[in-house]
T-cell receptor, first 113, second 114 residues
Framework: RKEVEQDPGPFNVPEGATVAFNCTYS??????FFWYRQDCRKEPKLLMS???SGNEDGRFTAQLNRASQYISLLIRDSKLSDSATYLC??????????????FGKGTKLSVKP | DTAVSQTPKYLVTQMGNDKSIKCEQN?????MYWYKQDSKKFLKIMFS???????INETVPNRFSPKSPDKAHLNLHINSLELGDSAVYFC?????????????FGPGTRLTVL
């Protein structure tokens, strides 16, 4: 089983749609969770961290379910500029030090006019 | 100003050659990383390095070696290049600390081995 699994998509949605991405992780010791965004032929950039209580940043809402080892990202009112690949990322922390980031393969989103 | 920069952006070379990719960060970070993103877009850590410790992903062949002349630079040397080394290599940096500190990525180096 892969450490971080995502539906690769592509998700093709019209502008203004709401779209949700899901992600599962295999290691229950994972402690930090993130969504990164990667545009075509560009580097990944942090979109948002994911907190246990859930968190929102504008049109983006992230949720974490530790019991199910499941992370989600909801994008409301999709814009053309949201077209990108969304990477689910987990991290374990070891005795006060940061562990490496473990990336999912990403879910590709294409927002059409 | 570019925060994390890499050179070259593109690198095309023959099998068996030795090549280097350079990385520099001007963010004052103390930890740097190399990642490999293969043709299936899977992004995997290769190395993480700070002043104290080099952590190597055990799956990385020893043909790959990071070299850090100073805190702001972490170069990647690759010996005896193989076809399977073709990928995009990303450098990244962050502050060190017990909690998560955002990693900033360079623009990537697209390596093609012929």
């Amino acid at each position: 089983r892969k450490e971080v699994e995502q539906d690769p998509g592509p998700f093709n949605v019209p502008e203004g749609a709401t779209v949700a991405f899901n992600c599962t992780y295999s290691n229950s010791a994972s402690q930090s969770f993130f969504w990164y965004r990667q545009d075509c032929r560009k580097e990944p950039k942090l979109l948002m961290s994911v907190y246990s209580s859930g968190n929102e940043d504008g049109r983006f809402t992230a949720q974490l379910n530790r019991a199910s080892q499941y992370i989600s990202l909801l994008i409301r009112d999709s814009k053309l500029s949201d077209s990108a690949t969304y990477l689910c990322v987990v991290q374990m922390n070891y005795g006060g030090s940061q562990g490496n980031l473990i990336f999912g393969k990403g879910t590709k989103l294409s927002v059409k006019p | 100003d570019t925060a994390v920069s890499q050179t070259p952006k593109y690198l095309v070379t023959q099998m068996g050659n030795d090549k280097s990719i350079k990385c520099e960060q001007n963010l004052g970070h103390d930890t740097m990383y190399w990642y490999k993103q293969d043709s299936k877009k899977f992004l995997k850590i290769m190395f993480s390095y700070n002043n104290k410790e080099l952590i190597i992903n055990e799956t990385v062949p020893n043909r790959f070696s990071p070299k850090s002349p100073d805190k702001a630079h972490l170069n990647l040397h690759i010996n005896s290049l193989e076809l399977g080394d073709s990928a995009v290599y990303f450098c990244a940096s962050s502050h060190e600390g017990p909690i998560y500190n955002e990693q900033f990525f360079g623009p990537g180096t697209r390596l093609t081995v012929l």
